[in-house]
């Protein structure tokens, strides 16, 4: 079996790149800043179908997109969370948190609509993430 990004993922999200083991998409809700890092390991749910390494280098890319994605954005809270309960394919979100955004202070699931990044403040984003990551991304 080889990997396949989950279709809800895919059609959610916009790819930023890769990392050594993890794909990191931007979730496409402008009103919060929000990134996924789904590693590419077949058939994985859940932490604890990643074998030590696969962890070890998880929690290395989420320390590493959490520092530039606080460098980038200044975020009040970065909230970090693998919850899958609507996606059971493995992903780890990374959203920026802000005391004025519409969600504070309760999680950003289920709070109103999505709003889709405008392409130019999308590629902006992406392009100062990928900046940030350089050396990181494949």
Known sequence: MSFVLDARLAADSHPVGDLALSQLRLFDDARFPWLLLVPRIAGAR?????????????LDEITA????WETL?????LNIAALGNLVPQLHV???ARYAHDC????PVWGQGT???YEAAARD????????ALQGQLD
Do not use: M, N, S, Y
């Open 46 to 58: 859940e932490l604890i179908d990643l074998d030590r390494d696969d962890r070890c280098t998880l």
């Open 93 to 95: 979100h990374l959203i």
């Open 114 to 116: 999505p709003i889709a």
């Open 65 to 68: 997109v959490g520092r530039a």
């Open 124 to 131: 902006a984003l992406l392009a100062r993430l990928r900046g």
């Open 103 to 106: 969600a504070w202070p309760r």
């Open 73 to 77: 954005l200044q975020p009040d809270k």
